[in-house]
């Protein structure tokens, strides 16, 4: 399953350089994500009624070009590889000229929320894989 979310960048969001300062794309991976689980019947109620939380562990991101005030972007996610207790999501954040701004591969641990240790995939998850 892939999602799409679609943001204008804010001036809050440019830095000195005039451009989106490089956390920023972090914040907007995260963003996306969050609309993955969403739309995936996810939500953090979800798993915590499951007893498990989901931990980003790794995020693995490509600057490609450079994005501006009013930019419009698209922050598109969709699951790329399955482990035992692990699982990656594929992000890309493109333009409104369809050019690649960011892309990221953002690995994440689901763990038992007692004793905060990993457990596996569960297949409410697994399943978009």
């Given at each position: 399953?892939?999602?799409?979310?679609?943001?204008?960048?804010?001036?809050?969001?440019?830095?000195?350089?005039?451009?989106?300062?490089?956390?920023?794309?972090?914040?907007?991976?995260?963003?996306g994500r969050e609309e993955?689980?969403?739309?995936?019947?996810?939500?953090?109620?979800?798993?915590?009624?499951?007893?498990?939380?989901?931990?980003?562990?790794?995020?693995?991101?490509?600057?490609?070009?450079?994005?501006?005030?009013?930019?419009?972007?698209?922050?598109?996610?969709?699951?790329?590889?399955?482990?035992?207790?692990?699982?990656?999501?594929?992000?890309?954040?493109?333009?409104?000229?369809?050019?690649?701004?960011?892309?990221?591969?953002?690995t994440s641990v689901t763990?038992?929320?007692?004793?905060?240790?990993?457990?596996?995939?569960?297949?409410?998850?697994?399943?978009?894989?």
């Amino acid at each position: 399953m892939r999602v799409e979310l679609p943001i204008i960048v804010r001036s809050t969001e440019i830095d000195v350089n005039g451009h989106v300062n490089n956390a920023k794309y972090l914040e907007y991976l995260e963003w996306g994500r969050e609309e993955w689980y969403e739309k995936a019947n996810l939500s953090y109620q979800t798993f915590l009624d499951m007893g498990l939380q989901t931990v980003t562990v790794n995020i693995n991101i490509n600057y490609r070009k450079e994005a501006f005030q009013g930019d419009q972007l698209i922050i598109y996610t969709q699951p790329q590889k399955l482990g035992r207790t692990s699982y990656t999501l594929f992000q890309q954040i493109i333009n409104q000229h369809g050019n690649v701004v960011a892309d990221a591969q953002v690995t994440s641990v689901t763990i038992d929320v007692k004793t905060r240790k990993g457990v596996p995939v569960p297949q409410e998850l697994t399943k978009f894989f």
